[in-house]
Structures are given as C-alpha cells and as structure tokens.
C-alpha cells in the first residue's frame, strides 16, 4: 500500500480538460495551506511507502520538496512523486537522483496530442509540452526512466492521431521507458464527454496497444498485462481498478491532505465534497453488482467478474457508483482478446474454468465475511479444499479449455465488435436463469437479522461532525424515553448503537420503564441492536413500532402494505389519501417529517406514518420534542439542527446513501432495480456544511467562477 501526499491538494498549473479533480475545484474546494509535520505524523501512524501526488506536488517550495523527499527516502519502500512534468528542473532532477525518486509523469502524447493538458493558450500549452518530454528524456538519460500515465481521448487517440501516439509509444521504447499506464477518459462534465472516445474508438485503441506491445522491446502497457494477469489467475499485482474498490474507503488511495487528515481517491468526489474515510471497508458494490441483472447497471452473469469486478467506481453508470462501469463494452472486449492470448499459452482462463462458479461463491464468502480475495488466493484455497477439476483447470488445457465447445471464440464465448454480445458465456438460458433466482432471492429488507450499522464518512471542512451526529442520536432516544414517561406513548422503539444499548436500559430503569431488546429484524434499515421501551412489560412489537396485532397508524388508518422496495421509500411515496405518487424521486413536502436518519436512529419518529402528510404523525413528533424538553433533554439542540439540515437520500441495488452538509452515510437496503431518490430540503445549513456543486449541497459563491475547459478542435492542423 502507497500513501499518497497532498500537501497542495487538487491546486494545479495546468487545467486539463478533463481532469477528475475539477469537481473541487468548482466547488472551491482547493486547500493551500500545508504542515509537514503534520502529513509526517499521518503517515507515521500508518507506515508503507509515500508518493507525492496533486494537483502539481512540484509546485512546492523546493525547501519543503527537499523536506519531504529526504524524510521519504528513509521509509521502506522509499518514496516516488507523480507530476505533469511542466515544472521539473535542474534542481528536481539533482533531487531526484539524491533520494532515489520514483518518478511518474502524466503526459498525453507529443505536440498535437497533448493539447487537453492545457496552460493557458495554445502557444504555452506547446511549449509545456515539450517540457514534459524534456523531462522524460532527461530522467531516462540521467536517473530512471520513469512511469508514464496516458489517457486516451479524441485528441490523441482518435482514428486520425492513433498512428501517431502509436509511433511516440516506440520513441519511448527505444528511449527506455517501461511502463505506460492507459486511461481512458473519466466523464465528469461536458468537456470531457466531448473528448471522450466511443467505445468503439477506445476499443480500437486498446487493440492497437496489444498489438504494438509484441514489437516492442522493453515498453509494457498495463491494460494489456493486467488483463492476461487476471484471466491467468494470476492477479496479486493487479490495479485497484480490478479490485472491487468501495468508494468509501479506497484501500488502494491512503490519501494524506496538507492537514494531516485522511481522504480518498478523488475520482469518486462526484459532487467536488472531499470526504474522509469510513471507519471501515465493505463490499457493497461489488456484492450488488454481482446479483443485479446487466440490463439494470449490473453484472450478473458475467464470465469476467472475477477479473473485473465491475471496474472503477469513479467511471460508473450515470455517475452512480451503485452502478458497473459505464465504460463496461470496452473492458469486455479487452477480456476478450486476452482471453484468447491465455488460450494460446496452453492456459485455461480463468472466465473459461470449469470452476468459475466455485471461485465466484468463494469470493462471495469472503465479501460478506468482511474480507477480500484476489482470484488468485482463490485458486489456492480451492485447491487446499481438494476443488481441482480433473477437466481442466488453470495451466492446462482440457475438454473444457481452448477454443473448444465452451471457450475462446466458440459458440459461448463469441464478441461482436463492441466485445459485448456474450459476456456471460454458456447458455444464455441458463444465465438468464441465473440471474433471475438471484433477483427473486433479494431480500426486501437487509440480510442479516440486526441490520449491519451504517458506514459514515464526514466532509473535511468541519471536525464537529461526528460529534453532533452522537448528540443527535442519544438525545433522539433519551427524547423517546421522556415521551413514553410522560405517557405519551405507550411504547417506542429506540436504536441507539450497540455501544449505548445498555446506557438505554439504566436511563429505562431510572424513570421506571422496561426496555427490551428486541430479536429478529423489523423490515426496515435500523442498525441493531433495537430496543422496545415502554411503562410496562408487553410482548414485542412485530412490525417496526407498531403494537403486537395492529398494522395501523397513529391517526387510526391502516399502514400500507408491504411491497418490494425499502421499507423509507415506500412510506414516501403514499398519500394520506392511499395513493402512490409513483414517482422515482420525491420531495418531502414543507413542514413534513425528516425520516431520512432513522438508519442512525435519529428522529422523532420511530415508525413510519402512512404518508408524509399524515398529521397524527406531525402531532406525535411535536408531542415527544415537547416531553424531551420538559424532562430537560440534554442536546436536543444537536437533534433539532440535524434534522434541519437539507438532505438527500437514494436507494439502487440494495444499498442506499443518505448525503447532508457534513457527512456522507450508505447501508444495506431492500433491492431496487432502478435509482429511488428522497429530497428534504431542510430549513438550517450549517456554517461549517460542506461547498458541492449539487443538492443537498451548498452550491460555491457565485461570484466564483467555475473551471472551463474549451474543448481542441481534433481537425486543427499540428502546427496550429
């Protein structure tokens, strides 16, 4: 694991048209101000290498460089620094050779090609280039050669300028380059969806690269090795593109910002907010895309799931990272091909394995178990369980391998151009079927009997989050106690968090009240451990508040009744009047009930009403706000604000996100095949809320103006 130095965070000198980080910078999220000694002591605590990344890192002063490159070179690993190459100089290059400096430059090809990465007009934009390659020379010549990162786009990459960078890719070959990494573009606005290739085009591109990679001698390109490596089964130095990432953790991006904090890879920072990490790692995603149908943004059935795993987040399906990604016809068609090389070698690929399914419900296993598995480790703990396959496995070439019945381009493994006409290989019957019994298996409420807690990442503009968030949940249930004592209610059910379940039971048993754990789930999303407390001792409530026998609301009508979708959705879209609104997304109407928390148990609610405008519903949160103030509540002030706050909730593929000013929060939900969105626009912002560039979301001052990028003309001539 590498620790990536922030110290400027997303500050740059150049403006590439397409860059991921222009969401921050939008929303003006772009932080200066550094302390070493501070992103020493981060990275102290955590150990492993450190590579100084941007924005521009050499954009420091070269005191502060020298600083840092020395105190790296010490650590095991060493130290490395990924740079656009503009700025390097004698000085950096004397730097470099002192402290071993791995050193890698991001750079889009020669003159013409590069014209994206931009610095001001087109005549700086040339002469940065050719610094660039200055610099890349240099370095090959008199330290190492360093790493190269490419994205490929239409002015590069187009059927016009492909030649071209395929004839710069020799240069650096014969120059000693070793290793170019190839992007493809990651659409975050219209700028960059104007440079972005087809598939087809990036398709053709990618070909071209496999191809030129047999004539070279030294120049590797990733794509091409990494996809061999995964069908191989042989993928423990793979990317993190590869590897199932969470977006709300990052394993591979340990990211240390100027201050010290924590953050995470900037390509899934969709809204410009940068959020911290989670206080742990899940593998929601990949376990959803597993069971969601690909007609639906998922991945079912797919032979190169292992591999791919649904590919990066930050470049999902409308954005979403619930979603695979949206780049999924190109990675199929690269499968594909190396797919077949694998074949050539005498190797049965790992998409083409008899125990595929074995391999896919071991990795399932080790997901929901909390941990992760690269195919390989999977191939050997098969194999220690006895699981070889006498009909073929990896390394050999038996009935099942080849280009035979079931493999290579035969009957189930053909590809149009597009490489995606038979992902999922075999029968399409039988894929189908299985696709189908994993969508009728998904649950309509969370697997587990306690719902898992959510996983909560807060902004990085304010270090009160996770602190008024706990004020809010302990005044939420110490409120609920107040109103049951005043008589208010007969019982209620609290969700404080399995640490506070036993300060629930003391608070209980001093006003004189039971409080039971409740066993079972209730059919909606609240973490475990639930109590029910009430004046008496009486059975537990069976549907989530409700007491034993009754399906009704407070104001005496009957609940809705179940359907598929998660239990908060469905309450939003009904009227008092019965009628479902019907609508993907909703407004929670002014003056209606902010029920967005209760995955924290925050509220004052603890069932949900017949419909928003219930007014029995309105009344029983006014009646427990005005018991928690009368028995003199400590923190309600933390509840109120956080049940002002505007918020956004959304629900697809079983999981859901809630987004508000200061923190960022998903969980296991009830499937949906299609995106379901809940909008409170809230009353209070919070003067420390997060600046993003869409709702719930500050939006930057308007006097700021936004990062635009004119998109290069691809006809004009080189010279131009």
Not at 15 to 31: F, H, I, L, S, T
Not at 76 to 91: E, F, H, Y
Not at 525 to 552: E, F, H, K, Q, T
Request: with cysteine; glycine share 12%.
């Amino acid at each position: 694991m590498t620790l990536e130095l922030r110290p400027l965070g997303v500050a740059c000198n150049i403006a590439c048209a397409y860059c991921y980080q222009d969401p921050q910078r939008d929303a003006g999220n772009v932080e200066a101000r550094y302390s070493l000694d501070a992103m020493k002591a981060a990275a102290e605590r955590r150990g492993g290498p450190v590579t100084l990344f941007g924005g521009e890192p050499l954009m420091l002063r070269l005191a502060d460089l020298t600083d840092l490159l020395r105190w790296g070179a010490e650590r095991p690993g060493g130290v490395g620094i990924q740079t656009n190459g503009t700025l390097v100089t004698d000085a950096h290059v004397a730097l470099f050779r002192t402290y071993q400096v791995k050193v890698g430059i991001s750079v889009d090809g020669p003159d013409e090609l590069n014209d994206l990465r931009r610095q001001g007009s087109l005549e700086r934009t040339r002469a940065a280039t050719r610094a660039t390659l200055d610099a890349v020379a240099r370095l090959a010549r008199e330290h190492q050669p360093p790493g190269l990162i490419v994205t490929l786009h239409r002015v590069n990459a187009a059927p016009d300028r492909l030649p071209r960078l395929l004839a710069w890719a020799r240069e650096l070959d014969r120059l000693g380059i070793r290793s170019m990494r190839l992007h493809l573009l990651e659409v975050d606005g219209p700028a960059a969806r104007a440079a972005a290739l087809t598939d087809e085009e990036n398709i053709a591109a990618l070909t071209a690269f496999e191809e030129l990679s047999g004539e070279l001698s030294g120049l590797r390109f990733d794509v091409v090795d990494e996809t061999r490596a995964a069908l191989r089964g042989s993928d423990e130095h793979n990317s993190c593109v590869w590897r199932g990432c969470d977006p709300y953790t990052t394993p591979a991006v340990q990211g240390i910002e100027g201050d010290g904090r924590s953050s995470n890879c900037g390509r899934t920072n969709k809204d410009g907010v940068d959020f911290g990490k989670a206080d742990r790692r899940a593998f929601d995603r990949p376990l959803a895309l597993y069971a969601t149908p690909r007609a639906d943004g998922g991945c079912a059935g797919c032979r190169f799931f292992l591999a791919c795993r649904g590919q990066c987040p930050g470049t999902a399906i409308d954005g979403d990272w619930r979603n695979r990604s949206e780049q999924c016809a190109v990675w199929t068609a690269t499968f594909v091909r190396a797919e077949a090389a694998v074949a050539a070698e005498g190797r049965v690929p790992v998409s083409l394995d008899p125990r595929r399914p074995a391999l896919e419900r071991r990795l399932v296993e080790h997901w929901r178990r909390g941990s992760d598995a690269t195919t390989a480790r999977l191939l050997r703990e098969l194999d220690a369980a006895g699981g070889i396959n006498a009909a073929g496995g990896i390394g050999a070439t038996g009935a099942t391998g080849g280009n035979g019945a079931t493999g290579g381009n035969g009957a189930a493994g053909g590809t149009d151009a597009r490489g995606e006409s038979d992902a999922r290989g075999g029968n399409d019957a039988a894929a189908e079927n299985v696709v189908a019994a994993r969508v009728a298996a998904a649950p309509s409420a969370p697997d587990p009997e306690i719902a898992a807690p959510p996983r909560i990442s807060f902004s990085s503009g304010s270090d009160r989050g996770r602190a008024v968030l706990a004020a809010a949940r302990e005044a939420s249930w110490r409120a609920a106690l107040a109103s049951v004592a005043a008589g208010h209610e007969e019982i209620a059910l609290v969700a404080p968090g399995g640490t506070a379940a036993l300060a629930v039971r003391l608070a209980a048993a001093e006003r004189d009240l039971h409080a039971r754990v409740l066993r079972g789930g209730l059919g909606d999303d609240r973490p475990g451990p639930l109590l029910a407390v009430s004046r008496r001792a009486c059975p537990a409530p069976r549907d989530g508040g409700s007491p034993p026998g009754r399906r009704r609301c407070g104001c005496g009508r009957d609940l809705p009744a179940p359907v598929a979708g998660p239990a908060l959705w469905r309450a939003h879209r009904v009227t008092a009047g019965g009628r479902d609104v019907g609508a993907e997304v909703v407004d929670v109407p002014a003056g209606g009930p902010n029920l967005l928390w209760r995955s924290l148990g925050v509220g004052l609610l603890d069932q949900l009403p017949c419909a928003l405008d219930c007014p029995a519903a309105r009344e029983q949160a006014a009646a427990r706000r005005g018991a928690a103030g009368d028995a003199a509540v400590g923190d309600l002030d933390a509840l109120d604000e956080v049940l002002a706050w505007p918020a956004h909730w959304s629900a697809l593929h079983g999981i859901a996100e809630l987004r508000a000013p200061l923190l960022r929060l998903t969980h296991p939900t009830a499937y949906t095949a299609q995106r379901v969105e809940i909008r409170f626009a809230g009353s209070v912002y919070p003067a420390d809320g997060a600046t993003g560039l869409r709702f719930p979301y500050r939006r930057p001052p308007s006097d700021r103006r936004p990062v635009t990028h004119p998109v290069v003309s691809v006809s004009a001539p080189a010279g131009s």
